[in-house]
Antibody
C-alpha cells in the first residue's frame, strides 16, 4: 500500500524553527518528485514547495521562499521541510504529497499523507 | 499565478441525482504537448484530498465511473452522474501547467 506519513508538527513561537518529515512506503520513492502542500481554513489549499527525484529541481512558493527548505533522502525514503523564521500566517495543516512524475514542472499530486498541524503562536 | 475559480461554492444534492461543478482558469491549461493540466480532488471530512481526475478527463485508479471530467482551455467541469452519500466533501480543481500550483476555492457538496 502506498503511504505517506508526516511528523514533526506542533506549537512553535513566532520566529522559531520546526522541521517536518514525511516517511514514504509502498512505492519507489526515488523515482518521483515530491511536494509539500498546506491548508488553512481561511486560505484553502496552498502549494508550498516541490523537489524533483534527484533534488536537481527545487521550487518554493513566494510566501515561504528564503525561510523554508525542502530536502529528501532517497536512501531513507524520506522528505523533509525545514521551516525557519516562522510566522503566524504559516499556521496550517501541512501535507506531504507524491508527484505523479519524476520532475515537478508539471507533475500533480496523486497520493497525499494524512498531514501534520503546525501552529505558530506566542 | 494562475487563478482558479470554482462555481458553485456549495451544492446540496439529492442521492441519485446528478451534480456539476465548474472550474475556470485565468490562463489556458493547454500545453504545447497537447495535454491540459487540470486536476480534480475530493477532500472527504477529516481526510486529506484524494485525486479523482487527472488531465481533465482521466479517472484515477479506483475512482467510480459516475465521476467524469470535461473541458478545454480555461473552462472545465466535473460531473457526478448519480450522487451517493459517500461523495460528500469539498471538491477542488487544481492546475499543474505551471508553478506555483494553484487550487480553486473548493465546492462543498452535501446530501439533502
Amino acid at each position: 500500500e502506498v503511504q505517506l506519513v508526516e511528523s514533526g508538527g506542533g506549537l512553535v513561537q513566532p520566529g522559531r524553527s520546526l522541521r517536518l518529515s514525511c516517511a514514504a512506503s509502498g512505492f519507489t520513492f526515488a523515482d518521483y518528485g515530491m511536494h509539500w502542500v498546506r491548508q488553512t481554513p481561511g486560505k484553502g489549499l496552498e502549494w508550498v514547495s516541490g523537489i524533483s527525484w534527484k533534488s536537481g529541481n527545487i521550487v518554493y512558493a513566494d510566501s515561504v521562499k528564503g525561510r523554508f527548505t525542502i530536502s529528501r533522502d532517497n536512501a531513507k525514503n524520506s522528505l523533509y521541510l525545514q521551516m525557519n523564521s516562522l510566522k503566524a500566517e504559516d499556521t496550517a495543516f501541512y501535507y506531504c504529497a507524491k508527484g505523479d512524475y519524476y520532475d515537478i514542472i508539471r507533475s500533480a499530486f496523486d497520493i497525499w499523507g494524512q498531514g501534520t498541524m503546525v501552529t505558530v503562536s506566542s | 499565478d494562475i487563478v482558479m475559480t470554482q462555481t458553485p461554492l456549495s451544492l446540496s444534492v439529492t442521492p441519485g441525482q446528478p451534480a456539476s461543478i465548474s472550474c475556470k482558469s485565468s490562463q489556458s491549461l493547454l500545453h504545447s504537448n497537447g495535454k491540459s493540466y487540470l486536476y480534480w480532488y475530493l477532500q472527504k471530512p477529516g481526510q486529506p484530498p484524494q485525486l479523482l481526475i487527472y488531465e481533465v478527463s482521466n479517472r484515477f485508479s479506483g475512482v467510480p465511473d459516475r465521476f467524469s471530467g470535461s473541458g478545454s482551455g480555461t473552462d472545465f467541469t466535473l460531473k457526478i452522474s448519480r450522487v451517493e452519500a459517500e461523495d460528500v466533501g469539498v471538491y477542488y480543481c487544481m492546475q499543474s501547467i505551471q508553478l506555483p500550483r494553484t487550487f480553486g476555492q473548493g465546492t462543498k457538496v452535501e446530501i439533502k
